[in-house]
């Protein structure tokens, strides 16, 4: 986890809900949990669950917004055998805390999620996958498993699993692949939906969103959607950072604006003079552009950017926004599963131009490479790895389009002096994904 603090929520907005005591000693006991919620209602009919699902307009909060009513039906529709769950705890954006908050402060909940969701497409088995490198983390996560087990709790049988730790390794494709006894790498093949770990009809959801979809069917679609926007319902969480005064994970409802969710956090720290919307593969914002868009997957796309996990970095003025990208596709780079041609040559080579730009310049021609590279390897690869990274390196080019020709006349800026303020994971944290 990052050195963020947890925070609070709005005052007066409905909220906390998915926080909600998660700041008590006694938030991931089991017995606690079950006097706070009762057990999940493993009675109720699959398809009355997934009706309420669908009309709560819950969409998946680890990124692409996909509805998730729609995903549970379809891993029914798939219909070959039980099927199979798997709760993405992975976290691969190294800007983002929520994942682990919940999943050490509100363990119950998540499996919760869990239970209710295996139940609603009939699997008999499921995974809550993290990254490995954490052994205490991932015994006591078995012990809250196992504690479930010896109370009856659950009908399905949950596993925990630990991948390695790269920023591939957790897209969902990679999760099956390795669950199956394979490298932790994305594959080409059918959509997990249709057949995903042992051939089965396969569920990954982000473990927020399975500890929303606990919540719903306990309390209805209409409690969810009294939050939130009307066509992006409930709350989320959001991991804000950089040059804000108490940087952490908070509760905001879906629809709030960047600057409130950042006022939340609160407000700026120093002069703010971007806001990197969506974590790594997010986009760079002007921040008076920014500080009016909401936080849906709607707004953020009409405004040229990218909701993703709810990841919000304040960029303070003394800082340096190609220097960021520059070190950040670096890193993405590296993080690659390297088996498509845009992340064996392209990303390097998109990294070197770009790294040119920023620390180097002054020869006026380094701009166009980069917007070359940057074409060269969007929507070439088998995943969404590399139009991510073009996106980040397009969106600094478009909005800080003087710096950028600054830096490319006269070489790099005073800001680079500065101490980096996007976090990296160290290179020795990192893992191959092969192994
Ligand atoms: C390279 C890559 C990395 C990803 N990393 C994560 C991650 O760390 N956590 C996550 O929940 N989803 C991640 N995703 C998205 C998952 O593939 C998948 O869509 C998601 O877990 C589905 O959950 P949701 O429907 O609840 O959003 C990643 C996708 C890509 C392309
Ligand atoms: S595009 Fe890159 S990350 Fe995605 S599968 Fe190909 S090599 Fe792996």
């Known amino acids: 986890m990052t050195s963020l603090e947890v925070r609070r929520t709005l005052p007066a907005s409905g909220l906390p809900r998915l926080l909600d005591g998660a700041w008590s000693d006694s938030s991931a006991d089991l017995e606690a949990h079950l006097r706070k919620h009762g057990p999940p209602p493993l009675r109720l009919r699959p398809a009355d669950l997934i009706e309420t699902v669908e009309r709560s307009g819950l969409t998946g909060r680890g990124g692409a917004g996909f509805p998730v009513g729609r995903k549970l039906r379809s891993v029914v529709e798939a219909g070959r055998g039980p099927a199979v769950v798997v709760a993405n705890g992975m976290e691969g954006e190294p800007a983002s805390s929520k994942d682990r908050l919940l999943l050490t402060r509100l363990p119950h909940l998540v499996l919760d999620g869990i239970s209710l969701a295996a139940h609603a497409v009939g699997a008999d088995r499921a995974f809550v996958c993290i990254h490995r490198g954490d052994p205490e983390y991932a015994d006591w996560l078995r012990e809250c498993v196992a504690a479930r087990r010896a109370a009856g709790i659950d009908r399905v049988a949950i596993e925990v699993a630990e991948l390695p ?37 396969t569920l990954v959801h982000n473990v927020e969103t399975l500890a929303h979809l606990a919540l719903i069917v306990r309390r209805g679609d209409n409690w969810f959607r009294a939050v939130g926007a009307p066509r992006a319902p409930g709350s989320m969480l959001v ?5 804000v005064n108490r940087p952490g994970v908070y509760e905001v409802p879906m629809g709030l604006s960047v600057g409130n969710a950042m006022m939340v956090a609160g407000g700026p720290a120093e002069p703010v003079k971007a806001v990197l919307c969506g974590g790594y593969f997010g986009t760079w914002m002007a921040a008076e552009v920014a500080w009016n868009v909401p936080l849906t997957h709607s ?113 790099p800026c005073i800001g680079l002096r500065r101490r980096p303020v996007l976090p990296l994971p160290a290179r020795s944290e990192r893992e191959e994904v092969r192994r």
């Open 239 to 243: 991991t804000v950072g950089g040059a």
């Open 165 to 201: 730790r790269r920023y591939v390794a957790s897209e969902q494709s990679s999760l099956v692949r390795f669950l199956d006894g394979g490298p932790a790498v994305p594959t080409f093949g059918p959509r997990p939906h249709e057949r995903g770990v042992g051939g089965r009809p």
């Open 299 to 411: 707004d953020m796309r009409r405004a040229g950017a990218f909701l993703g996990a709810g990841i919000l970095v304040a960029l303070p003025e003394s800082a340096c926004v190609l220097g960021e990208t520059a070190r950040v596709v670096r890193y993405m780079s590296e993080e690659t599963a390297g088996q498509c041609g845009p992340c064996v040559f392209g990303l390097p080579a998109l990294a070197e131009v770009l790294s040119e730009l920023a620390f180097t310049g002054g020869r006026a021609r380094a701009i166009q490479q980069v917007r070359r590279q940057i074409e060269l390897v969007d929507r070439r690869g088998a995943c969404r790895h590399p139009d991510g990274v073009a996106a980040l390196a397009r969106s600094a080019l478009d909005a800080f389009a003087d710096d950028a020709l600054e830096h490319d006349r006269f070489g």
